[in-house]
């Protein structure tokens, strides 16, 4: 990626933490050149076998993450704005509204599965709380803004496939499930899929964690046994509203993130980068790295496609972390139950891009399991992240 001028963001950024302004330049600066001279970022390669390039594997097990550049293309991104663009004309005109401006009903109110989550602008509303099994240890900063902004501000759409058609193709993305399958096996399973919302000047912070809760004391831990997050970003992201990693932490097990704040003697990291990439770029992140992004003070809007993926063997007869999926513990029908958004992903992107070779996901293959996108299959997504398969 070319090196984009940041400079604009960083000194906005930097204006609202007062005596602070000039740590939080350094760092941004600091943690903007490290993260460009890693060398974990280029374009989606297999071999000839369909293996994932060894170089990509390598720098993913190492740092914790990887940028695909250029993955998704101009059409389906103008496709997920527009797609996006409506979605957000149908929310409930405040927490708690049943309508949205319009005055019609608004998105997912008739919904017994999670959706939109919304925030106080330029807060942390997860840090140092009990949500998420108490993940998010430390509170960062909150800061002020400005005074035209709204008292509260749209922050996660969970279940994001059953209102987006753009993003439910984007989540068939044929390369994109093949490394999925390099990395957790062609049995591979979903996890959850959601959308987060980062509007300039008002955009909400997530503290520092590590997602995952099921392995950090269990004899089968490994670098992956926590799945993954693929973040396609529709407008790219910056220091300012991206998310900031520290590499290699993915393979240390459960950190102790107040010492880590505690040792860096702020609530900025040391040895963290952030991850910034362009327009249509896919991250691949490792769910075990510590990882969190900062209120978005910046210019720039970053919206989020997010998608997750689990190896089969950590999810199968495994109890579930209580967080997303009310099933106790996991069997082969609760996952083909969640996995068939995959089968409509793929055939709604076959039918989107007929010069396109679909992606032949193994489990279907071997059941003979078809998935046909419909306007009666959308229907039946109603509710699908019910079943979110949480570890």
């Given at each position: 990626m070319s090196r984009f001028d940041f400079s604009k963001s960083i000194e906005a950024c930097a204006s609202y933490y007062g005596d602070e302004a000039p740590?939080?330049?350094?760092?941004?600066?600091?943690?903007?050149?490290?993260?460009?001279?890693?060398?974990?970022?280029?374009?989606?390669?297999?071999?000839d076998d369909g293996s994932l390039h060894?170089?990509?594997?390598?720098?993913?097990?190492?740092?914790?993450?990887?940028?695909?550049?250029?993955?998704?293309?101009?059409?389906e991104l103008a496709d997920i704005e527009e797609d996006i663009a409506d979605m957000r004309s149908r929310f409930p005109t405040h927490p708690g509204s049943e309508v949205d401006s319009k005055g019609?009903?608004?998105?997912?109110?008739?919904?017994?599965a999670p959706g939109l989550n919304w925030s106080k602008p330029l807060s942390d509303p997860l840090g140092g709380s009990e949500l998420a099994n108490g993940?998010?240890?430390?509170?960062?900063?909150?800061?002020?803004?400005?005074?035209?902004?709204?008292?509260?501000t749209p922050f996660i759409l969970l279940g994001s496939l059953r209102f987006s058609d753009a993003a439910l193709r984007t989540y068939?993305?044929?390369?994109?499930?093949?490394?999925?399958?390099?990395?957790?096996?062609?049995?591979?399973?979903?996890?959850?899929?959601?959308?987060?919302?980062?509007?300039?000047?008002?955009?909400?912070?997530?503290?520092?964690?590590?997602?995952?809760?099921?392995?950090?004391?269990?004899?089968?831990?490994?670098?992956?046994?926590?799945?993954?997050?693929?973040?396609?970003?529709l407008y790219g992201s910056t220091p300012v509203n991206?998310?900031?990693?520290?590499?290699?932490?993915?393979?240390l097990g459960k950190m102790d993130i107040k010492k880590m704040v505690?040792?860096?003697?702020?609530?900025?990291?040391?040895?963290?980068?952030?991850?910034?990439?362009?327009?249509?770029?896919?991250?691949i992140c490792n769910r075990q790295l510590v990882h969190g992004s900062f209120a978005n003070t910046g210019f720039e809007p970053r919206l989020t496609v997010n998608f997750g993926f689990h190896k089969r063997s950590s999810v199968l007869d495994v109890e579930g972390a209580g967080i997303h999926c009310p099933v106790a513990v996991y069997d082969q029908d609760v996952i083909k139950e969640r996995?068939?958004?995959?089968?409509?992903?793929?055939?709604?992107?076959?039918?989107?891009?007929?010069?396109e070779q679909p992606y032949d996901y193994k489990p279907f293959a071997e059941s003979g399991d078809k998935y046909v996108w419909s306007p009666k299959a959308k229907a039946s997504l109603k509710d699908y992240n019910i079943f979110d398969l949480s570890i």
């Open positions: 740590a939080v330049k350094s760092y941004m600066y600091g943690g903007l050149e490290a993260a460009l001279d890693l060398p974990n970022r280029g374009s989606i390669r297999f071999n060894q170089d990509i594997i390598d720098a993913y097990s190492k740092y914790g993450f990887y940028v695909f550049e250029d993955v998704i293309g101009t059409q019609r009903p608004a998105i997912g109110i008739d919904s017994k993940r998010h240890q430390v509170k960062l900063k909150e800061l002020d803004a400005a005074d035209d902004a709204p008292e509260a068939g993305h044929p390369e994109l499930l093949k490394v999925a399958a390099c990395v957790n096996g062609e049995d591979f399973t979903p996890f959850n899929e959601s959308l987060f919302i980062k509007d300039a000047g008002v955009g909400a912070a997530v503290s520092w964690h590590q997602d995952g809760d099921t392995y950090w004391d269990h004899p089968d831990f490994d670098e992956n046994v926590h799945g993954f997050n693929f973040m396609v970003q991206g998310v900031w990693v520290v590499p290699g932490t993915h393979k505690a040792e860096s003697g702020s609530e900025r990291l040391k040895d963290a980068v952030p991850i910034v990439c362009a327009p249509g770029d896919a991250i996995s068939k958004v995959i089968g409509y992903a793929i055939d709604a992107r076959r039918k989107k891009y007929p010069g």
